[in-house]
């Protein structure tokens, strides 16, 4: 069964960090490419980051450019991102998700997606 756990989200206050980690399980991923995306009550679920199959290639949405970055280590099938200068509209659900086909900025080119944590960032 695949399965892909994230973790690391928490309450963290305007200017922290934190680091998610999105762990796959039950088969590799390692020729796929890679995404977040979050979701804040009330609103649809945008992209936020991916990487391709090698983690030569990020993208990222450019309301995270310069804070998050993204990376993957194929040996141990995990996708990271690392968070720095936290804001408040940070705040959301974040999911990883494996891309599947098409633009790597929309949700519905992925499939397989995790359960989310949820990131808080406080004022």
């Known amino acids: 069964q695949v399965q892909l756990v994230e973790s690391g989200g928490g309450l963290v206050q305007v200017g922290g960090s934190l680091r998610l980690s999105c762990a796959a399980s039950?088969?590799?991923?390692?020729?796929?490419?890679m995404g977040w995306f979050r979701q804040a009550p009330g609103k649809e679920r945008d992209f936020v980051a991916a990487?391709?199959?090698?983690?030569?290639?990020?993208y990222y949405a450019d309301s995270v450019k310069g804070r998050f970055t993204i990376s993957r280590d194929k040996a141990k099938d995990t996708v990271y991102l690392q968070m720095n200068s936290l804001k408040p509209e940070d705040t959301a659900v974040y999911y990883c998700?494996?891309?599947?086909?098409?633009?790597?900025?929309?949700?519905?080119?992925?499939?397989?997606w995790g359960q989310g944590t949820q990131v808080t960032v406080s004022s």
């Open positions: 990487i391709n199959w090698n983690g030569g290639t990020t």
């Open positions: 039950g088969r590799t991923f390692s020729t796929s490419a």
């Open positions: 998700a494996v891309h599947y086909s098409g633009t790597v900025y929309s949700d519905r080119s992925y499939r397989y």
